[in-house]
Nanobody, 116 residues
Framework: EVQLVESGGGLVQPGGSLRLSCATS????????MSWVRQAPGKGLEWVSS????????YYAESVKGRFTISTDNAKNTLYLQMNSLKSEDTAVYYC?????????WGQGTQVTVSS
């Protein structure tokens, strides 16, 4: 059974940082495509970042490029999203998902709130 469990969300002031984690199991993480997708209040899903875990080539949405960094620890089967210089518009539920353009499996999400 595939499991994706996000953690690391919380309340942070504008300009602050958070690191999200996604612990995975049930599939070969080191040879997979993984993504972060977010949903802001009252809005649809927005793709944030992706990476193929074997070649570790990151892709970013323009809205987060230069501020967010996706990474993996293949020994721990864990995906990360380091978020710096956070803005109020980054407030959303952040989901870890398996896949690139299409997502086969999703985590439960972790709330990130950027507010002073």
């Amino acid at each position: 059974e595939v499991q994706l469990v996000e953690s690391g969300g919380g309340l942070v002031q504008p300009g602050g940082s958070l690191r999200l984690s996604c612990a995975t199991s049930g599939f070969t993480f080191s040879n997979s495509a993984m993504s972060w997708v977010r949903q802001a209040p009252g809005k649809g899903l927005e793709w944030v970042s992706s990476m193929k875990t074997d070649i570790r080539n990151p892709y970013y949405a323009e809205s987060v490029k230069g501020r967010f960094t996706i990474s993996t620890d293949n020994a721990k089967n864990t995906l990360y999203l380091q978020m710096n210089s956070l803005k109020s518009e980054d407030t959303a539920v952040y989901y870890c998902a398996r896949g690139l353009l299409e997502f086969n499996d999703w985590g439960q999400g972790t709330q990130v709130t950027v507010s002073s």
